[in-house]
T-cell receptor
Framework: AQKITQTQPGMFVQEKEAVTLDCTYD???????LFWYKQPSSGEMIFLIY??????QNATEGRYSLNFQKARKSANLVISASQLGDSAMYFC?????????????FGQGTILTVHP | NAGVTQTPKFQVLKTGQSMTLQCAQD?????MYWYRQDPGMGLRLIYY???????DKGEVPNGYNVSRLNKREFSLRLESAAPSQTSVYFC????????????FGPGTRLTVT
């Protein structure tokens, strides 16, 4: 069975600094995808970044990058140059291609607070 | 471009009442999903529809039913609401391929008293 673990219930960062949000996963399927979503206080879920298990390079999307360490089964999100608007809940999720249909398994989330 | 829309945004029910949550997407996606989000937990999959005409149970299907009315619409029904179903409900859709991310609706906050 798939499992996503986010061990940091809350993180604090100073504006303009970088922050890393941890995510570890467990799956027996060699083919899978990893996603990060942002949930601001308004409640919507916003897709941030994707990493496929066979991707050779770490994914990047603007200020977001994914530090993918396959052997360690970790997929940490790095946010560079934090902004006040980055304050939100962040979820790591996994899609196991073996189960098909795109079902996502989510972690419990990390609340990020950016201080001015 | 509306993306994924959900109605209603808020709802209060009494135990035993029934209701249907509506979801529609205008992105021509094949797959649609219903999740619930409870405090301190991530989203959990209730039901999903891989394509028009098919539905399958997710992680927490008890107490719910779904209908994939057409390619655009996927509804979630609570036949006899219980306080344990107090939650925020999200509908999502995706292309249904391999990497495709899911796009989420704004959510419905449901309280069952």
């Amino acid at each position: 069975a798939q499992k996503i673990t986010q061990t940091q219930p809350g993180m604090f960062v100073q504006e303009k600094e970088a922050v890393t949000l941890d995510c570890t996963y467990d799956t027996s399927d060699p083919s899978y995808g990893l996603f990060w979503y942002k949930q601001p206080s308004s409640g919507e879920m916003i897709f941030l970044i994707y990493q496929g298990s066979y991707d050779q390079q770490n994914a990047t999307e603007g200020r977001y990058s994914l530090n993918f360490q396959k052997a360690r089964k970790s997929a940490n999100l790095v946010i560079s140059a934090s902004q006040l608007g980055d304050s939100a809940m962040y979820f790591c999720a996994m899609r196991d291609f073996g189960t098909s249909y795109g079902k996502l398994t989510f972690g419990q989330g990390t609340i990020l607070t950016v201080h001015p | 471009n509306a993306g994924v829309t959900q109605t209603p945004k808020f709802q209060v029910l009494k135990t035993g009442q029934s209701m249907t949550l509506q979801c529609a997407q205008d992105m021509n996606h094949n797959s649609m999903y219903w999740y619930r989000q409870d405090p301190g937990m991530g989203l959990r999959l209730i039901y999903y529809s891989a394509s028009e005409g098919t539905t399958d149970k997710g992680e927490v299907p008890n107490g719910y039913n779904v209908s994939r009315l057409n390619k655009r619409e996927f509804s979630l029904r609570l036949e006899s609401a219980a306080p344990s179903q107090t939650s925020v409900y999200f509908c999502a859709s995706s292309e249904g391929g391999t990497r495709y991310e899911q796009y989420f609706g704004p959510g419905t906050r449901l309280t069952v008293t």
